[in-house]
């Protein structure tokens, strides 16, 4: 199973970004999608995340500006970025765990800046 995430690139403040995160492989059903983010020398944070049966869980700094979305049929987690602030900036990585195993993507950068 691989993850291949696109998406990143430099915005605005204010700005919008939508990140995709699609698997490829052997793939049956995918129980849990999610994003996390990593700063330079800090932790690797969740961001958001969704499982199969559709609930959704928001870190409290994007609640109200991202949203998290599934497509089963294309095996692919979305991240929709509104509102996008400096303090977004960071490394954006997918998780999906399929058959008990986790898998990660390799990571999009999302820089927000004027």
């Known amino acids: 199973v691989q993850l291949q995430a696109s998406g990143g690139g430099l915005v605005q403040p204010g700005g919008s970004l939508r990140l995709s995160c699609a698997a490829s492989?052997?793939?049956?059903?995918?129980?849990?999608m999610a994003w996390y983010r990593q700063a330079p020398g800090k932790q690797r944070e969740l961001v958001a995340a969704?499982?199969?049966?559709?609930?959704?869980n928001y870190a409290d700094s994007v609640k109200g500006r991202f949203t998290i979305s599934r497509d089963n049929a294309k095996n692919t987690v979305y991240l929709q970025m509104n509102s996008l602030k400096p303090e977004d900036t960071r490394v954006y990585y997918c998780?999906?765990?399929?058959?008990?195993?986790?898998?990660w993507g390799q990571g999009t950068l999302v820089t927000v800046s004027s």
């Open positions: 998780k999906m765990v399929i058959r008990a195993r986790t898998y």
């Open positions: 492989g052997s793939i049956y059903s995918i129980n849990y």
């Open positions: 969704i499982a199969s049966s559709g609930s959704t």
